[in-house]
Every structure is written in structure tokens, then in C-alpha cells.
């Protein structure tokens, strides 16, 4: 509970990156002891969100252009490898779900609903880690993701999203025609390359 607090409140500003965390009135705010609230910030520090920082507190952390691009090329090495790994386990219906959420992504990105796109987006990359089974993988991409697009929520750049959703079309026709080298690659050198987005990058977080 805590922690999704915690969470909640830096995606929507409550929380500010640069700032220190004022514990004794989340504390008296949530009703808890400190205890609980410092398991939930070892928690969140483990996932890169804040500092605790020896007899100064707990600071939010900001995030740079280097712990973005840090951040792309982990997801890149990651989700290429598991898409190879579970390139043999796609069936038509899996294929059919991706096309389904990749459509419903641009019919959101047009209307400007911008967390139910964040949500769908997550989705369509969850069908290879889900089918692979991995959930150590999936418990290390799930807060890198909700870092670089979660904390604070953003407005998207609709004609980078519109890139993204091309490139997931080209991830499907990839599956489709069962070029797994192809689908792995538009993942690492396109999708999940800082140098190839990173204009784009710059302007969305303003950086």
C-alpha cells in the first residue's frame, strides 16, 4: 500500500524529482509507522526512484539523459534476447493479440489517452516476456519502463508514438513471415535505441 502510494504520488506531481521526502507526514497522512514506509522507499531505491542519503533524508531522483540511455540499451539487450528466446512459442493467436493492442494504441494515441496507450504499449511488449516465462526479466524491465514513462506522467509526443506503433508493425510482419533476426533487431537497433531516438528523447523530456 505504501509503496503504491509512494508510486501514485510521484506520477501525478505530489512528488517532485529533486526533492527531499517528508516522512513524518506521510506517516501521520497513511496512518503507519516508519516502518513500513522505509521498507516501501528501499523498495523504490532498489528501482532507481530516490537517494537515501545517510542523516539528509531521502531524495527523489531526476532523471538524465545518461540514465536514459542507460536505461534503452538495458531494455534493448533484454527484450531483443527474449523475443529470440520466445521467437518458436508464438501462435496465430498471440499474433492476433499484438495487431489487436498495436490498433488500440493508435486509436488512443489519436483520442489523447495517453495512460490507457502507456498501458496498451506495456501489454504488447508483455506478450514475448509473458510467453517466455521469465519473471525475474519481467520484474527487472516493469520499473525501468514505469521510470522512463511513469514518474511524472508526460504528455506523448504523438509523432514519436506514431514511429513506436510503426515499429511494432514491422515487429509483427517479422513474427508473421518467422524472421526472429529481424524481429530481434528492430527491437535492439530501432525500438530500443537511444541514438536512433534520440531527438525525439530530448524534446519529450525536455532535457
Not at 98 to 110: A, F, G, K, P
Not at 146 to 166: A, G, K, T
Request: proline share 2%; aromatic share 10%; net charge negative.
Amino acid at each position: 500500500m505504501v509503496y503504491h502510494y509512494l508510486c501514485e504520488e510521484m506520477k501525478t506531481g505530489g512528488l517532485s524529482a529533486d526533492h527531499f521526502i517528508n516522512q513524518t507526514e506521510i506517516c501521520k497522512r497513511l496512518n503507519i509507522s516508519k516502518a513500513p514506509l522505509k521498507d516501501a522507499l528501499i523498495q523504490l531505491e532498489t528501482e532507481g526512484f530516490v537517494s537515501i542519503l545517510s542523516r539528509r533524508g531521502v531524495l527523489i531522483n531526476s532523471l538524465t539523459l545518461e540514465d536514459i540511455s542507460e536505461a534503452y540499451r538495458v531494455l534493448a539487450a533484454l527484450e531483443s534476447e527474449a523475443i529470440r528466446a520466445a521467437f518458436d512459442l508464438f501462435k496465430p493467436k498471440h499474433i492476433k493479440e499484438m495487431v489487436s493492442l498495436n490498433e488500440q494504441m493508435h486509436q488512443t494515441l489519436q483520442s489523447g489517452a495517453f495512460v490507457e496507450y502507456y498501458e496498451l504499449n506495456i501489454n504488447f511488449h508483455n506478450i514475448f516476456i509473458d510467453l517466455l516465462g521469465d519473471r525475474l526479466l519481467k520484474r527487472i524491465v516493469t520499473p525501468i519502463k514505469q521510470r522512463l514513462y511513469d514518474f511524472p506522467l508526460r504528455n506523448y509526443n504523438v509523432e514519436w508514438e506514431e514511429i513506436n506503433i510503426s515499429e511494432h508493425i514491422r515487429i509483427i510482419d517479422s513474427i508473421k513471415k518467422g524472421n526472429k533476426e529481424a524481429a530481434a533487431n528492430i527491437i535492439k537497433y530501432e525500438h530500443w535505441s537511444f541514438s536512433f531516438h534520440r531527438n525525439h528523447i530530448i524534446e519529450f523530456y525536455e532535457l
